[in-house]
C-alpha cells in the first residue's frame, strides 16, 4: 500500500489566501528537493495553473460526486507512489458544499490545516479556528495558520488567542508582492502573471520557519487498480485550441483522449495558427474569449480553418468560451460588441454578474456525464437544445447542449472520465 505525507488545506471561507499558501509550501519543498504533487477540489482551471508553476507537476481535480470516489482513490494512490509530498488544496469554506472539501478528507485520511485571513481581526481568530477544528469529531485537524498578518505583535495576539487544542501553524504577512491578482472568473492564471515565480518564492521564504513548512505524517492509500478503456478514438485526431483565450482544460480529459487512442495536438487561435494537419476532429474548451475578442475577429486564418472543418462535417465540441467563440457576436461587459465566428446562431453577452455556478451532470444516449458549470456570460439563440443538464443536488433543469450540423456546444465543462463512452462520441460526431 503506497503511502505518503499528506496535506489537505483548507479554510473559513474562498478568498483566505489557500492558493497562495499552498503553492508556497510546494515550492518549499520542491527547493529542498522533494517531490511534491498538488491535487484541487472540486473544479477549478486557474488555481491548478499557479499551484503547477509551484509543484513542477500537473494538477488533478478531487471531487467525491464529479471525479467519483474510486478516481480520486486511484488518482491519491498513483501520485503516493512517486511523491514525497501531496497537497490537496480546498475550494470555498471547508464544509461547503455537498460533498464538501472536509467529506473529501475525512474519506481518504487526510490531516486538515485552516488557512484564516487574519487581517481584520484579532481574538476572534481564536473563535473561527476552534470552530473549525471542533465542527466535525471525526475530521482530523492539523492546526491553523494566519494568512495577511500585519506585524508580529500582530501575530502573537492570534496565537495567544487560539485555544490549547488548536495548534498554531504560523503565519505570513499580508504584503502586496504575495497576494495573487484576480478577476471576475478568479485568479490569474499562471501565463498572465509575469512574476509569479518571483511572488510564490517570496511566499515561501515567509513560510520556511512555520510550522506547516514541517512534513505532515504519512497517510496510506489503497486503490484498486484502474480497469482498461476501450479504444474508442483508434487513430483519431483531436485538435485542441489552447492559449489566453482558450485554456480551461482537465489534464484528465486531454489524458482520457489519449487513452482511448486519439492523437492530441493543440493550435493557438490568439496566434492565429491554423488547426493541425489532418485534424479528424475539433475541441474549443473555454476560456476569455472575452478579453480577446478584438484579436480572435482579426484573426482570420484561424477563422477560415475552423469554418472549414465545420463546414466539412468533421465534429467539433465547443464548451462555454468556445461556444461564445461560435456565436454570431459577442457583447464585453463594457457593451462593446464583437463579430465571432457565426457558425451557430445566437448572440453572447457578458454581465458583471455571475449567470450560472454548480455541479451539473448530462444523461444522453451513452449514459450521464458529470461536471460543472461557471460563467457570467448568456445567450440568445434561436437553437432547441438537444439535451439538458441536471443540477447535481437539486436535479432542477441546468445547462442546455446544442447540436447543429457537425457542432456540439454547450456552457457545461464535462469531466470525461466520468463517461468515456460520452466523451468518445462527442469527437466521433455520434449520436449523444
Avoid at 503553492?23 to 499551484?51: E, S
Avoid at 487574519?118 to 476552534?130: I, R
Avoid at 511572488?199 to 505532515?216: G, Q, S, V
Wanted: aromatic residues 6%; negative net charge.
Amino acid at each position: 500500500m503506497p503511502s505518503c505525507p499528506a496535506l489537505f488545506v483548507g479554510a473559513m471561507a474562498s478568498g483566505q489566501g489557500k492558493t497562495t499558501i499552498t503553492a508556497a509550501l510546494a515550492r518549499a519543498h520542491r527547493r529542498r528537493g522533494l517531490r511534491v504533487r498538488i491535487f484541487k477540489t472540486g473544479p477549478d482551471f486557474l488555481d491548478p495553473t499557479i499551484l503547477e508553476r509551484a509543484s513542477g507537476a500537473s494538477v488533478d481535480s478531487l471531487d467525491l460526486w464529479m471525479v467519483g470516489e474510486t478516481r480520486c482513490r486511484q488518482l491519491l494512490s498513483d501520485a503516493a507512489r512517486d511523491a514525497d509530498l501531496i497537497l490537496v488544496e480546498g475550494m470555498m469554506g471547508l464544509f461547503d458544499g455537498t460533498p464538501s472539501g472536509a467529506d473529501l478528507a475525512k474519506r481518504f485520511g487526510l490531516p486538515v490545516a485552516a488557512v484564516i485571513d487574519a487581517q481584520a481581526m484579532a481574538q476572534t481568530f481564536g473563535a473561527v479556528a476552534l470552530g473549525l477544528a471542533r465542527f466535525d469529531a471525526s475530521l482530523t485537524f492539523h492546526g491553523v495558520f494566519a494568512n495577511r498578518v500585519g506585524s508580529d505583535y500582530h501575530a502573537r495576539m492570534l496565537e495567544d488567542a487560539l485555544p490549547e487544542e488548536v495548534r498554531w501553524l504560523g503565519h505570513v504577512p499580508g504584503t502586496p508582492d504575495i497576494a495573487l491578482p484576480e478577476r471576475h472568473l478568479g485568479l490569474h492564471s499562471a501565463g498572465e502573471i509575469d512574476d509569479l515565480d518571483a511572488r510564490i518564492d517570496r511566499a515561501a521564504d515567509a513560510l520556511e520557519p512555520t510550522a506547516l513548512a514541517k512534513l505532515p505524517p504519512p497517510v496510506d492509500f489503497d486503490a484498486p487498480p484502474a480497469s482498461p478503456l476501450p479504444r474508442l478514438l483508434d487513430g483519431v485526431h483531436v485538435a485542441v485550441a489552447q492559449d489566453a483565450a482558450f485554456s480551461f482544460v482537465y489534464p484528465a480529459n486531454l489524458r482520457l483522449l489519449v487513452s482511448l487512442g486519439a492523437r492530441v495536438s493543440t493550435f493557438s487561435p490568439l496566434a492565429d495558427e491554423p488547426l493541425p494537419a489532418g485534424a479528424d476532429a475539433l475541441y474549443l474548451p473555454g476560456g476569455y474569449p472575452e478579453l480577446h475578442a478584438s484579436t480572435l475577429a482579426r484573426h482570420r486564418r484561424t477563422a477560415d480553418a475552423v469554418r472549414a472543418h465545420a463546414a466539412a462535417g468533421r465534429p467539433l465540441f465547443a464548451e462555454c468560451g468556445g461556444m461564445l467563440y461560435l456565436l454570431e457576436t459577442l457583447t464585453d461587459s463594457a457593451g462593446v460588441t464583437t463579430p465571432m465566428l457565426g457558425l451557430l446562431p445566437g448572440h453572447a453577452t457578458l454581465s458583471t454578474r455571475l449567470a450560472a455556478l454548480g455541479m451539473q451532470s448530462i444523461a444522453g444516449k451513452h449514459g450521464e456525464m458529470r461536471g460543472h458549470t461557471f460563467h457570467y456570460s448568456h445567450i440568445d439563440t434561436a437553437l432547441a437544445p438537444t439535451l439538458t443538464a441536471r443540477h447535481a443536488q437539486s436535479d432542477a433543469p441546468g445547462e442546455p447542449l446544442y447540436r447543429h450540423g457537425a457542432i456540439v456546444a454547450s456552457y457545461l465543462h464535462g469531466y470525461w472520465p466520468s463517461n468515456p463512452a460520452f466523451a468518445a462520441a462527442l469527437f466521433h460526431g455520434d449520436a449523444i
